[in-house]
């Protein structure tokens, strides 16, 4: 079984699975927007850190079925939980130093082209002539996004001093860097016998475990108020866990730099929340951006065109072969008339 694919499930359904999550992840940014009180930390704390615990308890009877297969693999889950951990304090950040276009675009713009290298060096995984021109598009598209964001978008107040935005685009990288990391473990455990619920469970919920600390810290602003209380728990069970679970599924059906590219979806449902709901601005460039993400997605998710190819000679005279006498056979051309055997 080629890595990326699993017995029972399409790559159809796959980018179905991911196309969804990228949607529930869109709103994060804007749900952010609504707790003004709560630092960037918290949010991240809040919701891949209980999203992971959730995950990793609902798929608790799998993972200690799965634990040999998840010890022999013990590397490959530490450098997954690493990530998830270290995700989404510079995703959050991002977006609150940068705007949520912005720093949505950059993050997630970033992780196809992370996952087309890793996959280069570590699986020699070759990319198709259409996953590049996805990529492409969608790559052009986030970076038509990100300038016109950077050219003024933000709450119509004109360009963002360059230092908070230059620092959140670096951060927007470093979330773009660990988003594919612990994208290519979960799929990398998958692709190696474990189940999605095993594989997501257990990088999750060690990374869960890992932000339990920031949480504490930072994290009384979210019992301040029900308001603040209802952004934490919306954050940790929509989009965090259910978006990871439907995320696991699309793992087990497409490589980690397909899903990474459709993932691109989330910027453009980020930038039209943001204005929409914010109330950021966004510039004739940055529609043109959505445009060309839309036409990432068209490329990667509409199936192929499969041609029969012709038959070889040999095979071409087996099927034209007329049975004769002692197991031998006489052969004729094409479009000749088959005779009856002889009779004894």
């Known amino acids: 079984m080629r890595p990326g694919a699993r017995a029972g499930g ?4 796959g980018a179905l699975c991911v196309l969804a999550a990228s949607v529930l992840w869109g709103t994060t ?3 952010a927007t609504l707790a003004p009180a709560v630092g960037p930390l918290a949010i991240g704390a809040v919701a891949m850190g209980l999203g992971g615990l959730l995950q990793a308890l609902i798929a608790a009877p799998r ?14 889950v530490l450098v997954g939980a690493v990530a998830v951990a270290a995700y989404p304090p510079a995703f959050y950040t991002s977006m ?5 276009a912005a720093g949505t675009v950059v993050s997630i713009g970033s992780a196809p082209l992370a996952s087309a290298v890793i996959e280069r060096v570590v699986d020699g995984r070759r990319l198709s002539r259409r996953w590049m021109l996805g990529a492409a598009l969608g790559l052009s598209g986030t970076v038509l996004l990100c300038l016109a964001e ?3 978008g933000r709450s119509g107040r ?3 001093s360059a230092g908070p935005t230059v620092l959140g685009i670096g951060l927007g990288l470093v979330a773009g860097v660990t988003y594919d990391a612990y994208s290519f473990a979960a799929h990398r455990l998958i692709s190696r016998g474990v189940s999605s619920g095993a594989a997501m469970g257990s990088v999750f919920g060690l990374g869960g475990v890992l932000l339990l600390p920031v949480l504490s810290v930072t994290g009384a602003p979210l019992v301040a108020s029900w308001s603040h209380a209802a952004v934490g728990a919306y954050m940790a069970v929509v989009p965090m866990f259910t978006g990871y679970v439907l995320f696991g599924w699309g793992l087990a059906r497409v490589p980690a730099s397909t899903a990474t590219t459709l993932s691109l979806l989330e910027p453009a449902v980020a930038a039209v929340l943001a204005v929409s709901v914010v109330g950021e601005r966004l510039p004739l460039p940055g529609w043109a951006g959505i445009v060309l993400v839309v036409g990432c997605l068209a490329v990667l998710t509409t199936p192929a065109r499969t041609t029969r190819r012709p038959a ?22 094409p479009g000749e008339p088959v005779s009856a055997p002889p009779r004894g």
């Open 10 to 13: 399409s790559a159809g359904t």
């Open 29 to 31: 940014g804007t749900t």
């Open 63 to 76: 993972i200690r079925r799965e634990a040999p297969g998840l010890r022999a693999r013990r590397g490959t």
């Open 96 to 100: 609150r130093l940068a705007g949520v």
């Open 150 to 152: 950077a050219g003024g």
């Open 158 to 160: 004109g360009a963002a």
């Open 312 to 333: 070889p000679e040999a095979a071409r005279r087996r099927m034209t072969e007329v049975p004769g006498a002692a197991g031998t056979g006489t052969a004729r051309e």
